[in-house]
């Protein structure tokens, strides 16, 4: 029988090891992991939700497609449960250990809540011509003025910022091309 403690520290032990083998592209460590922590009892749906978030948060933009797996793993996991489910959740552990890396959307959310939570532009509101205008009396006082409509001028070089953020860059993507990977 298997030393496993789900509500314990080898719970986080093996989970944590789960997440870095796969960080590391590592596919027959990540598997490993994942049979232990299935063998010892672990419930799938709580390792289908990791997946989830492990898709978002390492993968990322590098792979967009590996969000749309994990969340397929976990409606599976979900359909059809255990002991069947072991290979859905091995295909997705293995498709997101081989798929390319990216941390940039993780980093450009913890800068942004730094900034919210810094109070830096939390005060301003929302810039007249990125407000809503459903009524004639917003229109009348400047909602929604000048705002350019992007898909007809593409060019544009309109805000989308309160003015005290003009030009701060949350997302630091390579050339802003998601087929090349920041690591």
């Known amino acids: 029988h298997l030393a496993y403690d789900k509500a314990g520290e080898e719970h986080y032990n093996l989970i944590s090891a789960l997440h870095k083998s796969m960080r590391g592209s590592d596919a027959d460590a990540a598997i490993y992991w994942l049979a232990r922590m299935l063998k010892g009892g672990e419930e799938p749906l709580y390792i289908a939700r990791r997946l989830v ?3 978002s948060e390492d993968v990322g933009l590098a792979d967009p497609l590996a969000l749309n797996q994990a969340v397929s793993c976990y409606q599976a996991c979900h359909f059809i449960g255990m002991p069947e489910c072991n290979v859905i959740l091995a295909q997705c552990v293995a498709y997101l250990a081989l798929a390319p890396k990216s941390i940039a959307v993780y980093r450009a959310i913890g800068a942004a809540e730094k900034v919210v ?21 917003m229109k009348e006082i400047g909602y929604g003025k000048g705002y350019i409509y992007t898909p007809d001028n593409p060019s544009s070089t309109q805000s989308y910022l309160p003015p005290s953020l003009q030009g701060f860059k949350f997302l630091h993507w390579p050339d802003r091309n998601p087929s090349e990977s920041d690591g």
């Open 117 to 137: 939570r810094e109070s830096v532009g939390q005060n301003e509101g929302v810039p007249l011509h990125l407000r809503n205008a459903p009524t004639k009396l």
């Open 53 to 55: 978030r492990f898709a």
